[in-house]
């Protein structure tokens, strides 16, 4: 079974640029997350799609950071502007809905973002 | 979510049990304990998690004390691969999202 998988692994754009970050999730996992790692920072939570819907979006920096997820697939996180302090490592999770109990979230290999 | 405190750092020799400890004295009665671990620049790696019982699979066990304020996980063997930076987790109950914090780095020596 293929796991979390996104795209790119790397992406250099300029300062100002338009950057599109795709995560697949595994088939039939509802809950989908991104998180990044800014340098020498810790792993941050960015926001949380529970199928279609944004369940938690407490962690999105600001309004530059657009993440949509349609028909409750795929998810893309877009960045419009890209800054500086955008670098990073974007990483993308998926879980199944297990209720009331926690359950493992699986992590994809990361999307190496360099604004420069 | 409960504040997990670890150490930032150990060693353990290759083949040797690595325990790694992990305090959390503000959990609450319904909160799990998972350990997840991040080897270099791959994505974070889930290990185990727990409510009470202590716990084993094939990576790792997790012993939590009776009274869920701290809790160890032990890779039993461990090997030159596990070095990595472990983070100990306790989300809220029924929130899904994960505070990593800053983990402890385990360096495994050979």
């Known amino acids: 079974e293929a796991g979390v998988t996104q795209f790119p692994s790397h992406s250099v754009i300029e300062k100002g640029q338009t950057v599109t970050l795709r995560c697949d999730p595994i088939s039939g996992h509802d809950n989908l997350y991104w998180y990044r790692r800014v340098m020498g920072k810790e792993i941050k939570f960015l926001l949380h799609?529970?199928?279609?819907?944004?369940?938690?979006e407490s962690g999105m920096p600001n309004n530059r950071f657009l993440a949509e997820r349609t028909g409750g697939t795929y998810s893309t996180l877009k960045v419009q502007p890209a800054e500086l302090e955008d670098s990073g490592v974007y990483f993308c999770?998926?879980?199944?809905?297990?209720?009331?109990?926690?359950?493992?979230?699986?992590f994809g290999q990361g999307t190496r973002l360099t604004v420069v | 979510d409960a504040k997990t405190t670890q150490p930032p750092s150990m060693d353990c020799a290759e083949g040797r049990a690595a325990n790694l400890p992990c305090n959390h004295s503000?959990?609450?009665?319904?909160?799990?304990v998972y350990w997840y671990r991040q080897i270099h620049s791959q994505g974070p790696q889930y290990i185990i998690h727990g409510l009470k019982n202590n716990e084993t699979n094939e990576m790792a066990s997790l012993i939590i004390t009776e009274d869920r304020k701290s809790s160890t996980l032990i890779l039993p063997h461990a090997t030159l691969r596990d070095t990595a930076v472990y983070y100990c987790?306790?989300?809220?109950?029924?929130?899904?999202?994960?505070?990593f914090g800053t983990g402890t780095r385990l360096t495994i020596i050979p």
């Open positions: 503000t959990i609450s009665g319904n909160e799990y």
């Open positions: 999770a998926s879980s199944q809905d297990q209720g009331w109990m926690n359950t493992e979230a699986f």
């Open positions: 799609f529970v199928k279609e819907s944004k369940q938690d």
């Open positions: 987790i306790v989300p809220q109950f029924g929130n899904e999202k994960l505070t």
